[in-house]
């Protein structure tokens, strides 16, 4: 059985040897728990290839703000579409009361 880091301080010497210097000094302080992708990119292929994918930070790894911004904008969309409809019935009423004066008044000359 091959041994897993399951933290960022398991992992090889090698591999924080090629990380830049104030990361691996976090990583020792135990201020970040897992690598920006950013940083990933900076690190030869060789190098991150053997990080596991559970120690990588992905730019979608925040499924709650994701759930915040879809009702957001489902709000946004509903809101959008209730004074649309709104603004159609005022000029309904609007245009609906001129024509039965219009109607009125002529039907009275």
């Known amino acids: 059985m091959v041994f897993q880091a399951t933290s960022l301080s398991d992992l090889d010497s090698e591999i924080l040897d090629n990380l830049p210097l104030d990361i691996r000094d976090k990583?020792?302080?135990?201020?970040?728990?897992?690598?920006?992708?950013?940083?990933?990119?900076?690190?030869?292929?060789?190098?991150?290839?053997?990080?596991?994918?559970?120690?990588?930070?992905?730019?979608?790894?925040?499924?709650?703000?994701?759930?915040?911004?879809?009702?957001?904008g489902t709000i946004g969309v509903i809101g959008f579409g209730y004074g649309v409809m709104k603004s159609g019935f005022k000029s309904a009423f609007f245009f609906g009361a001129v024509a039965?004066?219009?109607?009125?008044?002529?039907?009275?000359?």
Do not use: C, F, M, Q
């Open 27 to 72: 990583i020792i302080a135990g201020e970040i728990d897992k690598l920006p992708d950013n940083i990933l990119d900076t690190v030869p292929d060789s190098i991150s290839s053997r990080i596991p994918p559970s120690l990588i930070e992905a730019a979608n790894s925040n499924p709650t703000l994701t759930l915040i911004l879809v009702i957001a």
């Open 100 to 109: 039965i004066a219009a109607w009125t008044y002529y039907a009275l000359l």
